[in-house]
């Protein structure tokens, strides 16, 4: 699973309570698919790309916590594959796995700019035996503009001192949207911040529990998220993760790509750990902020090793994982694969902006 930080129309169905924000967004059923019994691929799974679409956003699931799903095959309307799960190289395209359910983004890179027509899309689902997976997608139409406004609600699970009341007045929770608006200005994006407290178990989720195979109360935690705020990214912001020993995560988002415009799964928003806020609120920021990139679908511009990079062909690409080696190499920018502390600012590239602002979840 990716995503961490460490150190419709809907024929019959009712739309979003917020649905008069929602003009651009065309949400469709594409159905059941059913996994075969050898091989554990899906059907084709087909999307009806319009001429005014700017993106795509599609999930498929849900298969539980247990399995692990991703996209094997993408086609685009001309025919040529998108991705292909067996190909040793796919530059304009990631598929990486995930459990309960399966999201994916078209598209990735402005360097395979959406076409319209018929895209088809297989998802590989482990575990031995057949499963269904409903699939929906959100359809954002219209220009990607150069400018766009992200709702951010941060919900408070148990964070000692802080609620809902007193978060404008915090200097901490302040200055974590500071420094959210500041790299998210450099994508063309204003932050309207909005806070509530946690009404759910509070004492299940001040402190996430998670472990290398198993991130169901992470994804538990997700799926309260409300369904009738389709055009918010829901920031948890809590205690602490408990991990596996000599693990330690500051912060995951669902995805990448998160369920975006769709509230109550288990992809649908990110958690932030806290804790530091008071004492180091850039810090915090930076984190959310990166974990906001990867729910609006953008992946680390140079993984830990060095083995893989994105598919944004602005972003650097750097040889080593190593922070202190990649100075202008990557290492500045807001999806480094982990916190710089040593930079200045932290920032995304103008094709990773037309990516974030081309999200459905964009105002």
Known sequence: MTGLLLLLACPGGDLPADSASLADLEYVDLGTHTTGDTGFLTDDITIEVPEDAASVLVHCGDFGPSKLGLVWTLDQPDGTALFDG?????????????????????????????????????????GGSPVDLGCEAVIRHGEVGANATLGVEFVFVGVEGLDAAS????????????????????????????????????????????????????????????????RTLTIFMVQDF???????????????????????????????????????????????AHEAG????????????????????????????????????????????????????ADFSSMQGKILRGNPIAR
């Open 242 to 288: 408990q991990t596996d020993e000599g693990t330690t995560i500051l912060g995951k988002a669902g995805g990448p790509p998160g369920t975006a415009t769709f509230g109550g799964t288990a992809k649908s928003g990110m958690v932030v750990v806290a804790s530091s806020m008071g004492e180091d609120p850039v810090f915090v920021g930076r984190i959310a």
């Open 86 to 126: 067996a190909a040793a190289s796919n530059p304009h395209f990631k598929g990486n796995s995930h459990d309960e359910l399966v999201p994916y983004l078209i598209p990735l890179t402005p360097d395979a700019p959406l076409q319209a027509g018929n895209y088809t899309a297989q998802i590989y689902v482990d």
């Open 167 to 230: 978060a404008a007045d915090d200097a901490g929770v302040q200055g974590v949207v500071a420094e959210m608006e500041r790299a998210f200005a450099t994508a063309g994006y204003s932050i309207d911040a909005s806070y509530s407290d946690f009404g759910g178990n509070v004492a299940t989720y001040t402190v996430v529990d998670v472990t290398e195979t198993d991130y169901s109360e992470f994804n538990d935690l997700l799926a309260t998220s409300n369904p009738n705020s389709s």
């Open 294 to 345: 990867h729910f609006l679908g953008l992946y680390h511009t140079t993984e830990r090793d060095a083995g893989a990079h994105d598919v944004i062909s602005d972003t650097p690409e750097c040889s080593s994982g190593a922070t202190a080696d990649c100075g202008g190499s990557g290492a500045e920018n807001v999806m480094w694969w982990t916190n710089n502390s040593d930079a200045t600012s």
